[in-house]
């Protein structure tokens, strides 16, 4: 079955730090950019970081930019995110991505479950 | 940035009647090397995670039911349901991918009149 699985969601304080991983399943991972897309609790979408498949180039959004890290092991077929100096507007769920195309094109054809952030003291 | 605004916030529409949701970039999103627009569309429903419903501005995913459409050019962007069924109940979210952020609309909220 073709899926995406997060994990590492929970509770820090602000100024904490998380990594978030993402186990894909039914794909070959590696020929695919991953995302992470993050929707604060009631709010819309936000994409956050991206990055292609074979780890070269990474982009992010200016929310995470300078304190967030997306990676990729290809040889254990995991994505990560790490962020650091977490802030309360960083409460959201995380949802890894998938690109829909083996070009890196932006969109997303297939999404996990999400793991939720919580930032509070 | 790209800004992506979609229109209306929210729409009440009757069971077998037309849902029309619109999208405007804040410039274009044509993406002259494959001369298709990046634009997606997206329906989410509570609890679940987006599906992507329609990328490249119209062309429909796999699986995706043929009263789902999507359309539109330069800025301007439009997803029709052709006759609105009770499971279409969602929020849809359209997103460009020209260039990055790639960012998605606000949403839009669709309900059953």
């Known amino acids: 079955e073709v899926q995406l699985l997060e994990s590492g969601g929970g509770s820090v304080q602000p100024g904490g730090s998380l990594r978030l991983s993402c186990a894909p399943s039914?794909?070959?991972?590696?020929?695919?950019?991953m995302s992470w897309v993050r929707q604060a609790p009631g709010k819309g979408l936000e994409w956050v970081a991206a990055i292609i498949g074979s780890g070269d180039n990474t982009y992010y959004a200016d929310s995470v930019k300078g304190r967030s890290t997306i990676s990729r092991d290809n040889s254990k077929s995991t994505l990560y995110l790490q962020i650091n100096s977490l802030r309360a507007e960083d409460t959201a769920v995380y949802y890894c991505?998938?690109?829909?195309?083996?070009?890196?094109?932006?969109?997303?054809?297939?999404w996990g479950r999400g793991t939720l952030v919580t930032v509070s003291s | 940035d790209i800004v992506m605004t979609q229109s209306p916030d929210s729409l009440a529409v009757s069971l077998g009647e037309r849902a029309t949701i619109n999208c405007k970039s804040s410039?274009?999103?044509?993406?002259?090397?494959?001369?298709?627009?990046?634009l997606a569309w997206y329906q989410q429903k509570p609890g679940q995670p987006p599906k992507l419903l329609i990328y490249?501005?119209?062309t429909r995913e796999s699986g995706v039911p043929d009263r789902f459409s999507g359309s539109g050019s330069g800025t301007d962007f439009t997803l029709s349901i052709s006759s609105l069924e009770a499971e279409d109940v969602a929020v849809y979210y359209c997103q460009q991918y020209r260039s990055t952020p790639n960012n998605f609309g606000q949403g839009t909220r669709l309900e059953i009149k």
């Open positions: 991505a998938k690109e829909g195309e083996l070009a890196y094109s932006g969109y997303f054809d297939l």
């Open positions: 490249w501005a119209s």
């Open positions: 039914g794909f070959t991972f590696s020929n695919y950019a």
């Open positions: 410039q274009s999103v044509f993406h002259s090397s494959k001369n298709k627009y990046s």
